[in-house]
C-alpha cells in the first residue's frame, strides 16, 4: 500500500495564508522552546520551507502535501502534560483493581463512561467485555484505529507498592491473585488520555479515530472468547473500516524510549501436545514392552532438527521449546505412556505451516520406529504481529518530534506472541515498545509477566503524547 501526504487544512480544503506563516513559525517557536534540541522532524521541515513556499503559490488542489500542522503537535503536548495526573489516577486505580481475562467488567464500564464523557458514540459488550469509541473529526478525512487490552494475569503482586493489587479471583477451581503484571492497566489509562487530548482538538481533526479497549489479551482462560480474534470477528475493523491501526506494549527499557520493526515484531504462538502410547512392563526385561520413554526421549531429540534443519532462518527466527515430560513413577516400571508439551514461535506463517506439518511426520514416525504410537495435537494461538514498513516509515519522523530521533530504536523482533496480530492482519499496523524503565534505575529489571514487575510513571505522559501524535499524523495521511 502507497501512503500519500493529504493536507486537511482547518478551515475549507485550501491552505491560507495563515496556515503558512503558523507553521513556518511554530517551527521557530518550537525550536526555541521545546526540550528536545536539533530535533531531526523539525529541522527536516526547515529544509522543506522553500518546498512548501513553491507549493503554496502553486497549489489548486487540495491534496497538499505536509505533516501534522504544528500547532495541532503544541496543543498535544500542552493536552498529554495537563492530562497526566489524571491518566496516574486511572492507572493506579485499574492496577489496585485488577481484572482477569474476559471478567473486565469494572474496567470497561470506567473506559465506556469516560469515552462518552467525552461525546463519543460507544459500543460496549464487543466479544464480552470489550469497548469501542469513534471520534469523528469536522473535516473529511481517513479513519484510523489506536488500541489498547484491559485485561490482567492471575499473579498474586508483590511490588509492595502503596496501590498494589490484593485482588484475588477463581479459576479453573482455585483462587489466583491477580496482577497487573504485563502494564496493561497502562495500556488502558493511556489511551483514555489520548481519547481526551484529541476530543479536545476534536474541531481541527480530519476523520476520525476509533478507540479500541480490547479484552482478554493474555488469552481465553475458562472462556473460548480471545481479546483480538473475536474483536475482530464481531466486526470492529468495519463500519467505519479504520485504514491503519496503532497498539503499544511497555517494556522494560528506559523511559522516553521507543522500539520499532518495519517487519515482524512478535512472534506467532502454537503449543502442542504428544501423546505416547507405548506397552508397560518390568524395567528388567524392557524386550517385552514398547518403551514410550525412549520414544519421547527420541520425540524430544528430533524435534530440535525442525528449526535447525528445516526452518529458513533467514526469512525469520523459529523456535520448538519443550517444557514438560511426563512418564511413570517408578525405577523398574516401564509405563504404558509418556505426555510431551511445548511451544511453538515463528516470525512469518511460511514457517509456522512448515515447523506443524513436518512435526506430525517427525513425531509419527520416530515413535512408529519404537514399536509406539504417538498422536500430535497443535492448538493454534496468536499468528506473529507484524508492523507494515511504509507505514513505521512514515511515522517515525513525528515519534522523533515526540522523544527525539535518538530515543526511537529498531530493535530485533521478540519471540513473545500478541493478540495485535489479529487487526495486523487485517489493515497495516504498527505495533511499538515504550520504555518504563527510570534512567537512573539500580537493580534487578523485572520482566513483565513478574509479580514484582512496575512501571515508570513518568513514562504515561510520553505514552499519551506519542500516541497522539501518531494518531493526528496518520490523520493527515491517505491511502491511494
Ligand atoms: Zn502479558
Ligand atoms: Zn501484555
Same mark, same amino acid.
Given at each position: 500500500?502507497?501512503?500519500?501526504?493529504?493536507n486537511?487544512?482547518?478551515?475549507?480544503?485550501k491552505?491560507?495564508?495563515f496556515d503558512?506563516?503558523t507553521?513556518?513559525l511554530?517551527?521557530i517557536q518550537?525550536?526555541r522552546?521545546?526540550?528536545?534540541?536539533a530535533?531531526p522532524?523539525?529541522?527536516m521541515?526547515?529544509t522543506?520551507?522553500s518546498?512548501?513556499i513553491i507549493l503554496f503559490?502553486?497549489v489548486?488542489s487540495?491534496a497538499?502535501?505536509q505533516h501534522?500542522?504544528?500547532?495541532?503537535?503544541?496543543q498535544?503536548?500542552?493536552?498529554?502534560?495537563?492530562?497526566?495526573e489524571?491518566?496516574?489516577?486511572?492507572?493506579r486505580?485499574f492496577h489496585q483493581?485488577?481484572?482477569?481475562?474476559?471478567?473486565e467488567?469494572?474496567?470497561a464500564?470506567i473506559v465506556a463512561?469516560?469515552?462518552r464523557?467525552l461525546?463519543?458514540?460507544?459500543?460496549?459488550e464487543?466479544?464480552?467485555?470489550?469497548?469501542?469509541?469513534?471520534?469523528?473529526?469536522?473535516a473529511?478525512g481517513p479513519?484510523?484505529?489506536l488500541r489498547?487490552?484491559?485485561?490482567?494475569?492471575?499473579i498474586?503482586?508483590?511490588?509492595?507498592?502503596?496501590?498494589?493489587?490484593?485482588?484475588?479471583?477463581?479459576l479453573?477451581?482455585?483462587?489466583?491473585?491477580?496482577m497487573h503484571a504485563c502494564?496493561?492497566?497502562?495500556?488502558?489509562s493511556s489511551l483514555?488520555?489520548v481519547?481526551s487530548v484529541l476530543?479536545?482538538?476534536?474541531?481541527?481533526?480530519?476523520?476520525s479515530?476509533?478507540f479500541?479497549?480490547q479484552?482478554?489479551?493474555?488469552?481465553?482462560?475458562?472462556?473460548?472468547?480471545?481479546g483480538?480474534k473475536q474483536?475482530?470477528?464481531?466486526?470492529v475493523?468495519?463500519d467505519?473500516?479504520p485504514?491503519v491501526i496503532?497498539g503499544?506494549h511497555v517494556?522494560?527499557?528506559e523511559t522516553?524510549t521507543?522500539?520499532?520493526?518495519?517487519?515482524?515484531?512478535?512472534?506467532?504462538v502454537?503449543?502442542?501436545s504428544?501423546?505416547?502410547?507405548?506397552r508397560?512392563g518390568?524395567?528388567a526385561?524392557?524386550?517385552?514392552t514398547?518403551?514410550p520413554?525412549v520414544a519421547?526421549s527420541?520425540?524430544?531429540n528430533?524435534?530440535?532438527?525442525l528449526?535447525?534443519?528445516?526452518?529458513?532462518l533467514?526469512k525469520?527466527?523459529a523456535?520448538?521449546s519443550v517444557?514438560s515430560i511426563r512418564?511413570?513413577?517408578r525405577?523398574?516400571?516401564?509405563p504404558?505412556?509418556a505426555?510431551?508439551?511445548g511451544t511453538i514461535?515463528?516470525?512469518n506463517?511460511?514457517t509456522?505451516?512448515?515447523?506443524?506439518?513436518?512435526?506430525?511426520t517427525?513425531?509419527k514416525?520416530t515413535?512408529k520406529?519404537?514399536?509406539t504410537?504417538?498422536?500430535l495435537e497443535?492448538e493454534?494461538?496468536y499468528p506473529?504481529?507484524?508492523?507494515d514498513?511504509?507505514?513505521?516509515?512514515?511515522m $517515525?519522523?513525528? #515519534?522523533g518530534?515526540s522523544?527525539?530521533a535518538a530515543h +526511537?530504536?529498531? /530493535?530485533?523482533?521478540?519471540?513473545?506472541a500478541? @493478540?495485535f496480530?489479529y487487526?495486523?492482519?487485517?489493515?497495516?499496523a504498527?505495533f511499538? $515498545?515504550?520504555? #518504563?524503565i527510570p534512567?537512573?534505575h539500580?537493580g534487578? +529489571?523485572?520482566p /513483565?509477566?513478574?509479580?514484582r514487575?512496575d512501571? @515508570?510513571e513518568d513514562?504515561i505522559?510520553?505514552?499519551?503524547r506519542?500516541?497522539?501524535?501518531l494518531?493526528?499524523?496518520?490523520?493527515?495521511?491517505?491511502?491511494e
Amino acid at each position: 500500500m502507497h501512503y500519500q501526504k493529504v493536507n486537511y487544512l482547518i478551515n475549507g480544503n485550501k491552505p491560507g495564508l495563515f496556515d503558512l506563516l503558523t507553521f513556518l513559525l511554530s517551527d521557530i517557536q518550537l525550536n526555541r522552546s521545546n526540550h528536545i534540541h536539533a530535533n531531526p522532524y523539525h529541522m527536516m521541515k526547515f529544509t522543506q520551507t522553500s518546498t512548501l513556499i513553491i507549493l503554496f503559490f502553486a497549489v489548486l488542489s487540495p491534496a497538499f502535501g505536509q505533516h501534522t500542522p504544528d500547532r495541532l503537535l503544541w496543543q498535544a503536548d500542552s493536552l498529554s502534560a495537563a492530562m497526566e495526573e489524571q491518566v496516574v489516577e486511572w492507572r493506579r486505580d485499574f492496577h489496585q483493581n485488577p481484572e482477569l481475562s474476559n471478567r473486565e467488567y469494572r474496567t470497561a464500564g470506567i473506559v465506556a463512561d469516560h469515552l462518552r464523557s467525552l461525546g463519543m458514540d460507544v459500543q460496549t459488550e464487543v466479544a464480552k467485555t470489550g469497548v469501542v469509541g469513534l471520534l469523528e473529526g469536522q473535516a473529511d478525512g481517513p479513519v484510523i484505529a489506536l488500541r489498547a487490552d484491559m485485561d490482567a494475569l492471575p499473579i498474586t503482586e508483590e511490588t509492595g507498592l502503596p496501590f498494589a493489587s490484593t485482588v484475588t479471583d477463581t479459576l479453573h477451581g482455585e483462587t489466583v491473585g491477580v496482577m497487573h503484571a504485563c502494564g496493561h492497566d497502562m495500556h488502558t489509562s493511556s489511551l483514555m488520555g489520548v481519547a481526551s487530548v484529541l476530543a479536545s482538538m476534536q474541531d481541527q481533526l480530519p476523520g476520525s479515530i476509533k478507540f479500541i479497549f480490547q479484552p482478554a489479551e493474555e488469552g481465553a482462560f475458562d472462556y473460548d472468547i480471545w481479546g483480538a480474534k473475536q474483536m475482530v470477528g464481531e466486526g470492529v475493523l468495519e463500519d467505519p473500516r479504520p485504514e491503519v491501526i496503532f497498539g503499544m506494549h511497555v517494556w522494560p527499557f528506559e523511559t522516553g524510549t521507543v522500539g520499532y520493526t518495519r517487519g515482524a515484531i512478535m512472534a506467532s504462538v502454537d503449543n502442542f501436545s504428544i501423546h505416547v502410547a507405548g506397552r508397560g512392563g518390568h524395567g528388567a526385561a524392557p524386550w517385552k514392552t514398547a518403551d514410550p520413554v525412549v520414544a519421547a526421549s527420541q520425540i524430544v531429540n528430533g524435534l530440535q532438527t525442525l528449526v535447525s534443519r528445516n526452518a529458513e532462518l533467514t526469512k525469520g527466527a523459529a523456535v520448538v521449546s519443550v517444557g514438560s515430560i511426563r512418564s511413570g513413577n517408578r525405577s523398574n516400571i516401564i509405563p504404558e505412556e509418556a505426555e510431551l508439551l511445548g511451544t511453538i514461535r515463528t516470525h512469518n506463517e511460511e514457517t509456522r505451516q512448515l515447523i506443524h506439518d513436518r512435526m506430525e511426520t517427525l513425531v509419527k514416525h520416530t515413535a512408529k520406529a519404537y514399536n509406539t504410537q504417538a498422536e500430535l495435537e497443535i492448538e493454534r494461538l496468536y499468528p506473529t504481529v507484524t508492523n507494515d514498513a511504509k507505514l513505521v516509515d512514515h511515522m $517515525l519522523p513525528v #515519534i522523533g518530534s515526540s522523544l527525539g530521533a535518538a530515543h +526511537v530504536k529498531e /530493535i530485533d523482533p521478540l519471540m513473545i506472541a500478541e @493478540d495485535f496480530s489479529y487487526y495486523a492482519n487485517e489493515i497495516p499496523a504498527m505495533f511499538y $515498545l515504550m520504555g #518504563i524503565i527510570p534512567p537512573n534505575h539500580e537493580g534487578p +529489571v523485572e520482566p /513483565i509477566h513478574s509479580p514484582r514487575f512496575d512501571i @515508570d510513571e513518568d513514562a504515561i505522559p510520553i505514552a499519551v503524547r506519542t500516541m497522539s501524535y501518531l494518531a493526528l499524523e496518520a490523520l493527515f495521511l491517505r491511502a491511494e
